[in-house]
């Protein structure tokens, strides 16, 4: 199994930034890529960005240029870094991970929240 938590949500105003955080742990060695997603009040979850073992990124058009995602390998730990911040990403961010031979994300953290001000 593998267990993840976020960190970093918050409040902020437009054209602010935000770190999200997502540290996992348990069966690490199992997990294959990383992503981010989000869903906004009467919206449905969607993709922000992933990351692969291998380092390759895939991001959101919504978010392209603006967000960036990274890991850190010693630390077992996911960032989103969130720039140029718009009120429409007000939402409730989820980190996911997905394990070796799956095709979906199967593991979710809690989630945390992000509101930009306008």
């Known amino acids: 199994q593998v267990q993840l938590v976020e960190s970093g949500g918050g409040l902020v105003q437009a054209g602010g930034s935000l770190r999200l955080s997502c540290a996992a742990s348990?069966?690490?060695?199992?997990?294959?890529?990383m992503g981010w997603y989000r869903q906004a009040p009467g919206k449905q979850r969607e993709l922000v960005a992933t990351i692969t073992s291998g380092g390759s990124t895939n991001y959101a058009l919504s978010v392209k240029g603006r967000f960036t995602i990274s890991r850190d390998n010693v630390k077992n730990t996911v960032y989103l870094q969130m720039n140029s911040l718009k009120p429409e990403d007000t939402a409730v961010y989820y980190c996911?991970?997905?394990?070796?031979?799956?095709?979906?994300?199967?593991?979710w953290g809690q989630g945390t929240q992000v509101t930009v001000s306008s």
């Open positions: 348990g069966s690490i060695s199992s997990i294959n890529a």
């Open positions: 996911a991970a997905r394990r070796i031979l799956s095709i979906n994300f199967g593991s």
